[in-house]
């Protein structure tokens, strides 16, 4: 890790998210990806499959996401103005989402994914106008998220994405807290100890602190 504040985020993502619940949201993944890209390759025999891969992908990991249940609840929730679905799955004191991305290309502004972001509990408190009734369980939850890298449209294997990277996104969305790839965060587990673990749960409010003072800097940092 490359601050003691990312370690210490890293160490309370591991004591609260079970590491079957990664395995089967890196599976998850992955699977619906591939069927995606095989299910596109087999019904485009005379145009291009990008177009519908590109959106078979977003629907099929919605989808898989939502029947993750190893260790944690998965929710399927409507966005405002309704039209689109959303996953959040709750493990421990984690609420987990995710979201597609194209290498160096930032999450376009949205109500679910800015108020899931301000349950951080990091900044200023939430805003529930965006929602009948908030999600299950987002009382003080640190938000995480799976950002799913797609391949270039260039790259040969487009059956796989490019990376897929746990990460705690600011509350603006303009940078992230943590972004660690899903393969480095599972070998995290089992190299703490359990007491330190354990430890990890009565820090919350001071780690939920020096959180709130980077993203203050890294604000009048931009402006």
């Known amino acids: 890790m490359e601050s003691s504040l990312k370690n210490r985020l890293v160490r309370y993502i591991t004591s609260n998210v079970g590491k079957d619940l990664f395995l089967s949201v890196e599976d998850a993944i992955r699977t619906a990806y591939a069927k995606a890209h095989h299910s596109a390759v087999e019904d485009c025999k005379n145009t291009s499959p990008n177009r519908l891969r ?6 099929y990991v919605d989808d898989a996401l939502a ?26 004191n984690i609420t ?11 999450a376009r502004p949205a109500r679910h994914r800015s108020m899931l972001s301000q349950k951080n509990a990091i900044l200023e408190p939430t805003t529930y106008d965006f929602f009948k009734a908030p999600p299950p369980k987002m009382d003080d939850a640190l938000h995480v998220v799976a950002v799913v890298l797609h391949p270039g449209a260039a790259g040969k294997d487009q059956s796989q994405p490019a990376e897929i990277l746990i ?27 359990n007491a330190a673990s354990m430890q990890v749960d009565l820090a919350w409010p001071r ?5 709130q003072k980077e993203e203050k800097r890294s604000s009048d940092k931009s402006e």
Do not use: F, M
């Open 96 to 106: 987990l989402s995710h979201i597609e991305l194209h290498q160096n290309q930032w």
């Open 54 to 59: 590109s959106y078979q992908r977003r629907y």
């Open 167 to 193: 990460t705690v996104p600011y509350t603006d969305w303009l940078g992230y807290h943590l972004e660690i790839p899903l393969k480095e965060l599972i070998k995290e587990y089992g190299q703490e100890a």
């Open 67 to 92: 029947g993750v249940l190893a260790e944690g609840s998965p929710s399927v929730l409507q966005t405002v103005p309704k039209g689109e679905q959303y996953i959040v799955i709750c493990a421990g």
């Open 207 to 211: 780690l939920r602190n020096d959180l």
